[in-house]
């Protein structure tokens, strides 16, 4: 498809971000839950639409919900702001705290949005490169901070794509060595040992924690993502956004979710458990992987084809993540965390295919 002639130039040099939607029945590829949200949900939202009062606009302050969301986190109201999806929240937090010209730091390879929205809004961008590792090397991003004056750095813990944990100690050491607002993104924070939640609060002066309903909450297509932070930061965040940027739908949906926090926290061990079996299998193959704190793992078949062990995996009803052609990630495949029963049949179908 050719660019209209009006559309603005740094835009028409490069591809949106997506991830091909092949029809195929094990679908591994996007990070989503693998079932459907608990019964509980469906019927609690199914209860709560007669008295939305859809004619009129929605609570704009989404008082009920960042409350709920408030008292599952530990923090008050006031330190909750609540967008569709984390996305917009990260856009927010850009319009808000970075803007044209700005500069933005980033450690690659990392979650390809943060880079895109920021570029979107003409911040000027610093990709630092990770470790082999893929840990952050925090004393050249402290560096480079500094360096570029910069207004906003993101910390992708878990990473996506790679899995890896970062650190909380490099999180508090990037907040107090640098002027910068440290965006720290958990969007597979529920699935880790640990959070930045766990720091000292006071630290949220300058970081913020995005969060999303999009993994472990299983409601990918409701769109609903939240920031936390000190409220002088979130009330800034808020002017990032549109009014009534939040349906009334969107609101019922989050707090009927939040009705089933117990059943959301079984799903979560569940998915930990098959990540260390699914962890344990690839062990067994001619692949490289590594240490995963979310629902995915980051692999690299060895002396083989990527590209190839993905078609051949898709030939079978298998979709996984290409990675292979991201700078740094060489080779590399994904696989999102399924049902038990989606799990084996990839690992069937990767050792097949290795063979
Ligand atoms: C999936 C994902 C998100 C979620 O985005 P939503 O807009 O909430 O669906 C955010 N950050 C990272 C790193 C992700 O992988």
């Known amino acids: 498809m050719s660019n209209h002639p009006n559309l603005r130039a740094d835009l028409a040099l490069r591809d949106g971000y997506h991830s091909p939607q092949v029809d195929v029945s094990v679908r591994l590829n996007t990070n989503e839950s693998p079932y459907a949200p608990p019964a509980g949900f469906t019927e609690a939202l199914a209860r709560s639409i007669g008295d939305l009062g859809l004619n009129r606009y929605p609570d704009r302050q989404a008082v009920l919900l960042r409350s709920a969301i408030a008292s599952l986190d530990g923090v008050q109201p006031d330190q909750v702001v609540c967008a569709n999806g984390s996305n917009e929240v990260l856009q927010a937090i850009l319009l808000a705290f970075a803007g044209p010209s700005a500069t933005v730091v980033v450690a690659e390879p990392t979650y390809a949005l943060h880079s895109h929205i920021a570029s979107l809004l003409g911040c000027a961008i610093v990709h630092l490169q990770r470790r082999a590792d893929f840990t952050i090397e925090v004393d050249a991003m402290i560096k480079e901070v500094n360096a570029s004056n910069a207004a906003l750095a993101f910390v992708c813990s878990p990473n996506n794509p790679t899995g890896t944990l970062e650190p909380l100690e490099s ?60 409220p002088s930061v979130i009330s800034g965040i808020s002017q990032g956004l549109l009014p009534y940027h939040l349906s009334s739908l969107t609101q019922a949906a989050g707090l009927a979710a939040l009705e089933t926090a117990a059943a959301m926290e079984i799903r979560i061990e569940a998915i930990v458990e098959g990540r260390e079996e699914v962890a344990a299998g690839l062990g067994d193959l001619p692949v490289e992987q590594w240490p995963s704190a979310a629902n995915f793992i980051l692999f690299r078949p060895i002396e083989r084809s990527a590209d190839e062990i993905w078609q051949q995996l898709v030939d079978k009803g298998v979709l996984v993540r290409n990675c292979a052609g991201w700078p740094g990630l060489e080779n590399c495949l994904r696989v999102t965390i399924g049902t038990p029963e989606e799990n084996a049949k990839f690992l069937d179908e990767l050792g097949a295919a290795l063979t």
């Open 171 to 230: 999180i508090q050491r990037l907040a107090t060595e640098t002027n910068a607002m440290i965006v720290v993104d958990e969007a597979y924070g529920q699935f880790a040992p640990r959070s930045v939640l766990d720091l000292d609060p006071a630290i949220l002066e300058r970081v913020i924690v995005v969060r999303t309903f999009s993994k472990t909450w299983a409601l990918a297509g409701v769109r609903l993502g939240y920031a936390i932070s000190a």
